[in-house]
């Protein structure tokens, strides 16, 4: 249907269905959300008051009747035209409010949406329900159902490790001071839910709500300057006093004590299933800002974040043991730790004489880490010539002194309290606190390894050798003691911020331990060379070593990153091949028998398409699985997944289950990025929810039967391979094949103008270049997200569907079988279907009205547009339904609830968009831009 923009002469364009036709909501359901319309008209309410008080009522009524348009328009009352006539030239200081206002509401509707969520579950609990999947309640009980054996258990999670990976990603937007300020209204909100308040009680705790509100309005959204990659590190560090430092122990306690007592011949460790990892300050890979220096800001901030933690706690549990040795029966132990005469009457609180102790040394540590400049006068003055702890599980003796001083005096309630907390505190967080990953992309090794073997007279064109010459010298150089360079090598500036990099690593690892850098990633990994490339500067380093058998060792792992479709179909071969050089082999024998392997996501569906990529997952990870095998080896894969469909995001639990057989085997490592890390950590409930679900799974993956498959596996991969080549053809025909598409794309989103919101460190591509491969993965999903096609999550599956199924009922049935029992193949529709109900084609219509090229802009959007509608068709066929979020209910609500409120941020956008192309580049004009883009990437919540 179309009609005429009396502004622009621009075409409306509405599709066959409405979001109420795709997402269907009965009487029950909106009965169950009532609770949330009731949470969203108090906060909006509030917000309303606010713009009114701050913004006057015209900006008030322009807000309120865009509301009550955008509502109007889901449920085809009128046209979209009648809003966007609303933002036509409106004036730039009366749009930025408005802009203002609708992206407040998404951060308030965010936490009311969370809020409601954690209510549900409390009704379940209560009423005595079964547990939920994805709860470790549920996994304890499918895992004594299964009748496993002590032996079982031990074989699969003898040395389980579950790592998020923390990164720094230009999706997250939000300032400290936003930060906070949601947090306290949560808490608020919350305490208003849970407690039986009086009506005075109650309007007491809205007040308070209303100042935050007020404050909210009144605070920037986002910053004046860009985000540096320092702003970042602390950024990521504030998540552990936020909730990481409560959560993560209390649940690697709780998982342990429970699968002992379950299965107590099992032999599980005490070590913690749970740890943290992190990318930022490490990740170089097309960012030039992470130099030596930023390394060692990064591992030092995050050792003194640690260190800070441990101290606190032990100056709390001072406080708090004040036993009497007039009343208890006194450790001989726990008195020799404290250093002192037990006649002493001085002694009486042994206690706190032996805390004492342990934070002198503690503040010791911190002094001869960091220097005398981080500490407090009162804590120097404890040290008083006491030893600094070498090591933290040092630290982690003395605590089980004190643990076992109380529990001999039956003090077991008092031990399993802080105490308990700050011992698996030590164990989980030790002095490092969190992993920094070192990553960098093949192709800067090659020309720094180049160069250095040149310098050291190795070859004087490394880069014109075959690859098997290549693996020849790299192999020689890695078993030979000599260094290929000297401090004062005149070299490029490239080698040296490589060299400074890694030897910046190596004073973190001298420093605190191994465990502070553990891992090396190399991206775009193709071949063996590229993974013994990045050793030559570890060894440059010191990081590897030849010990005195001449074997290489190394506390440090290389994890090849296989991206591309390629890549990922090469992936064994390459690994194999690797193993295959016997000192490579004997490294990874020295490290345990582990190689861990990352998969990328991003990269993969940006190559290939959406179904193309999630298949060409499943088989390499299968091709990895059996690689390992045959080798004899463990593997560990690290899932390189974004926080939208279109970068592998979705449920976590869903995604973890639809692995391949043998891809889990109890250790996993997975990227958190961009907006999801504070929707899934910002504060300790839900952050315990998301780590609880990623073990959850990870578990049940290593111990159950989750393919469903049984014999059917083989044709089921057969079909597969069909489906996904015929994706990737339908892909590759619009993304690669049609003239003219990067100009569609760059003119149809706000791809050029992300790069102007100050929300990240990193550049939008690795190169100057326009080609879609060089550009990053973040800005590619990001930008089809804010014009709401949605494009890198579902393009070219319908048209594979259709081709693959034909006439032949039995191809449809067999597909319908496989979303029936196949939990990969139901995780790929479902979130396709996620990405599906967020799309809207009359919104991306305004889009491509940007293009200038008439005839370019209608070819591809009605290739788009085509396609949506086929993919739609098929989803229903396969899934039995065309309610797209059938299987979604959270989800559900936040479409049906708060979708509407979007409508003006993407109007406003598109008029902004076009006046700013049209030479309107004012600073105003530029923030508004920014702030629709903000706001956007707030309520879609996975943009990027």
Known sequence: MTSTDPSHGAPSWRPSKSIDDLISVDDEGRALTEPLREDIRLLGGLLGDAIREHSGDEVFDLVEAARVAAFRIRRAEIDRDELADMFTDLDIDTAMPVIRAFGNFALLANLAEDIHRERRRAIHVRAGDPPQDSSLAATYAKLAAADLSDAQVGAALADATVVPVITAHPTETRRRTVFDAQNRITELMRFRGRTDLTSEEDEEVIEAIERQILTLWQTALIRLERLTIQDEIRSGLRYYDASFFEVVPKINTSVRSTLQAAYPDAGLSDDPILRMGSWIGGDRDGNPYVTGDVVSLATSLAARTAIGHHLSELALLRQELS???????????????????????????????????????????????????????????????????????????????????????????????????????????????????????????????????????????????????????????????????????????????????????????????????PNYVISMCTSVSDMLEPMILLKEAGLIDIDDDGAVVSTVRIVPLFETIEDLQQGAETLLAALDLPFYRGLVDSQAGMQEVMLGYSDSNKDGGYMAANWALYRGELDLVEAAKKAGIRLRLFHGRGGTVGRGGGPSYDAILA??????????????????????????????????????????????????????????????????????????????????????????????????????????????????????????????????????????????????????????????????????????????????????????????????????????????????????????????????????????????????????????????????????????????????????????????
């Open 323 to 517: 036993m009497s040795a007039r009343l208890i029966e006194t450790s001989g132990r726990l008195v020799e730790l404290a250093g002192v005469d037990p006649d002493d009457p001085a002694t009486d609180e042994p206690f706190r004489l032996a805390l004492k102790h342990i934070r002198a040394r503690l503040v010791a540590t911190a002094e001869s880490l960091f220097g005398p400049d981080v500490l407090q006068k009162e804590d120097l003055d404890l040290i008083d010539g006491k030893a600094p702890y070498a090591e933290a599980s040092e630290l982690l003796a003395d605590l089980d002194v004190v643990d076992g001083a109380l529990r001999e005096n039956r003090d077991n309630a008092i031990a399993d309290d802080r105490l308990l907390r700050l011992r698996e505190g030590v164990r989980t967080f030790g002095f490092n606190l969190s992993g920094l990953d070192m990553r960098q992309n093949s192709d800067m090794h090659e020309e720094v390894v180049a160069e250095l073997l040149a310098w050291a007279g190795v070859t004087p064109d490394y880069l014109s050798l075959s690859e098997e010459e290549r693996v020849s010298v790299l192999s020689a150089e890695l078993q030979a003691r000599r260094p290929l360079t000297r401090p004062d090598a005149e070299l490029s500036e490239l080698a040296r911020k490589e060299l400074d990099i890694v030897r910046a690593a190596a004073d973190a690892v001298s420093a605190f331990g191994p465990q502070s850098v």
């Open 659 to 944: 692995q391949p057989p043998g891809a889990v085997q109890g250790s996993l490592r997975i990227t958190e990025q961009g907006e999801i890390i504070a929707a899934k950590y910002a504060e300790p409930v839900v952050a315990e929810r998301n780590l609880e679900t990623l073990l959850a799974a990870t578990i049940e993956s290593s111990l159950l039967d989750v393919e469903g498959l049984d014999d059917e596996s083989e044709q089921a991969y057969q079909n597969m391979d069909e489906v996904a080549a015929l994706a990737r053809s339908a892909y590759s025909k619009l993304v690669h094949e049609t003239p003219g598409f990067v100009e569609y794309f760059t003119t149809s989103t706000p791809l050029s103008e992300i790069g102007a919101l100050n929300i990240g460190s990193r550049p939008a591509s690795r190169k100057q270049t326009e080609k879609i491969s060089d550009l990053r993965a973040i800005p590619w999903v990001l930008s089809w997200t804010q014009s709401r096609v949605m494009l890198p999550g579902w393009y070219g599956t319908g048209s594979a569907f259709e081709e693959w199924v034909g006439d032949d009922p039995e191809r449809l049935e067999t597909l319908r079988r496989y979303y029936e029992k196949w939990p990969f193949f139901r995780t790929v529709m479902s979130n396709m279907a996620q990405v599906l109900a967020k799309s809207d084609m009359g919104l991306a219509h305004r889009y491509a009205q940007l293009v200038p090229d008439e005839a370019l802009r209608d070819k591809v959007f009605g290739m788009i547009v085509d396609e949506h509608e086929r993919t739609l068709a098929m989803y229903a066929k396969i899934t039995g339904t065309d309610d797209l979020l059938a299987d979604n209910a959270a989800l559900k609500r936040s479409v049906y609830n708060r979708f509407p409120y979007l409508e003006p941020l993407n109007l406003l956008q598109v008029e902004l968009l076009r006046r700013f192309r049209a030479g309107d580049d004012s600073p105003r004009v530029r923030r508004g831009i920014q702030l629709t883009m903000n706001g956007l990437a707030t309520a879609l919540r996975n943009s990027g």
